[in-house]
């Protein structure tokens, strides 16, 4: 699974040159949009902030999960210096904006609104089910980009979320492969967020980003970086979907990297991205990707995913000194319109499986298992054989359920269950996991790519 990690959090594309022309040439014909004072809070309604409280319990469990994985990873001097740290849940931030996770320090609090944290959640979903059914994930970041620079009016009437104006089904979660890489990334997206903010309070940093000189907050913004990295290497958890997060992040933030001036951007932004932050940590995830990984089952693997999440990061700080890019972007994004986001990413269903395919099993730590797949299909149901070289043969059993093969299979007395789906408008290439007894993923990746 962190092979997969690695190619969906991670794989995020950016413009290949010649897109990255024609935006350019776009942009300089259209005019430049304006920033204005943005209020997010018609993003949830009332009583989903609520339901997602009660679901997820977050003002019990990231107390929980602080104290046991961030306050164990602090030294004792640190803890000394901290205090009392206290965690709190707003229903919203001040403005209601999405990424709106704050220090306070006159009050030694930590400020993580629900809404930010279902946000956080739900766009995790999101780029997990882009890039487990290999859509092209355009929508997402023009999503973010009308999210961050439309107003509810121009949106529809009220902001939407991610789920939502992208069509992504709310079940989505139902699937295991999009329910781990959603949880990792979210996971890796908050702590890193809890410690950015605890570093905040460590080094005494003022809170409003609005009242200091602009080099200074910067300098603040990127020692706190470095803080966080530092504890999460501690606390030997991997950042990975925190890039995945933080590209989205840009793209929303792309109005004001276009057209705002510092104030606007001081003031709409809590944690500005820009090209000398990502870069530094770009820098500082490579150097400690060793560091990250040694408590993952398959150290070497989740170093690799680091080192590539590392080079994500990197295009990133690239786009970001982009500016005539970005404004073509966010430009044709607004041309595109709302609309064009609904059913973005939806798995056809595609009825016929029959056919002879390659099966290949992956298990970490073992080399790839490659097997002949033959296939039959009544309706829902779909059966066959796979041989193994050399001749060993094993049943396979399944069901089409959502526009997913959930199947299981036999061989020589074992038995265990896996899930395929495949990529839009194709069934030529199925991938998922597999796993032993009740499990559908834990021996790890797998593959069917038809041969005729
Ligand atoms: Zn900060």
């Known amino acids: ?78 803890t000394q210096r901290l205090g009392n740290v206290t965690l709190e849940f707003p229903w919203r931030g001040a403005r209601g904006a999405p990424f709106d996770f704050y220090a306070d320090r006159s009050r030694q609090t930590i400020v993580l609104p629900i809404q930010s944290l279902k946000f956080m959640s739900d766009l995790a979903t999101a780029i997990s089910w882009f890039g487990t059914y290999r859509c092209d994930e355009t929508p997402l970041h023009t999503y973010m980009m009308l999210l961050g620079s439309m107003t509810p009016q121009e949106f529809n009437g009220e902001y939407e979320s991610p789920m939502e104006a992208l069509g992504i089904p709310v079940n989505a979660r139902d699937n295991p ?36 000189p602009r080099s200074i907050s910067r300098e603040n913004e990127m020692q706190a970086d470095s803080f966080a990295l530092e504890l999460m290497s501690r606390a030997a958890i991997p950042p990975l979907g925190m890039a995945a997060l933080m590209v989205e992040q840009s793209y929303f933030a792309a109005d004001i990297i276009a057209f705002g001036n510092d104030a606007d951007w001081e003031k709409y932004q809590t944690h500005p991205l820009w090209v000398q932050r990502v870069s530094k940590l770009t820098q500082s995830m490579q150097a400690m990707a060793p560091e990250f990984s040694r408590k993952q089952p398959n150290p070497s693997q989740t170093t690799g995913g680091i080192l590539q999440c ?4 990197q295009e990133l700080a690239t786009y970001l000194a982009d500016v005539d ?51 039959e299909q009544a309706g829902e149901q779909v059966s066959g054989i796979y041989v193994l070289y050399g001749g060993t043969q094993g049943v396979i059993r399944g069901s089409l359920v959502d526009n997913r093969l959930l199947f299981e299979w ?30 559908r993923i834990n021996c790890g990746p797998c593959q069917a790519v038809r041969r005729r």
Request: proline share 3%.
């Open 1 to 78: 699974m962190r092979t997969r990690l690695r190619s969906l959090a991670c794989a995020v594309q950016y413009n290949r040159l010649h897109d990255k022309l024609i935006l350019a040439f776009i942009g300089v014909l259209l005019s430049a949009s304006s920033v204005f004072a943005q209020d997010w809070s018609s993003l949830y309604t009332q009583t989903e902030l609520v339901e997602q409280e009660s679901k997820y319990h977050y003002r019990q469990e990231i107390p929980r999960y602080t104290r046991d994985f961030i306050w164990s990873a602090l030294r004792l001097d640190e």
């Open 177 to 212: 492969e999009v329910d781990h890489v959603a949880n990792v990334t979210y996971e890796s997206g908050l702590v890193f967020v809890l410690c950015h903010e605890l570093a905040h309070l460590l080094y005494h940093h003022p809170g409003n980003l609005a009242s200091l």
């Open 310 to 313: 590392g080079a994500t990061l």
């Open 325 to 375: 890019l970005i404004a073509s972007e966010l430009t044709l994004a607004r041309a595109r319109g709302v609309r064009y986001l609904k059913r973005a990413c939806l798995p056809q269903r595609i009825g016929e499986l029959a056919g002879l395919y390659d099966f290949t099993m992956s298990h970490p730590g073992f080399p790839d298992v490659v097997a002949q797949m033959e296939l």
């Open 410 to 439: 036999e061989l020589q007395g074992l038995q265990g269950s896996g899930i395929l789906s495949w990529s839009q408008g194709s069934t030529g290439v199925m991938t998922g996991t597999w796993g032993y007894g009740f499990s």
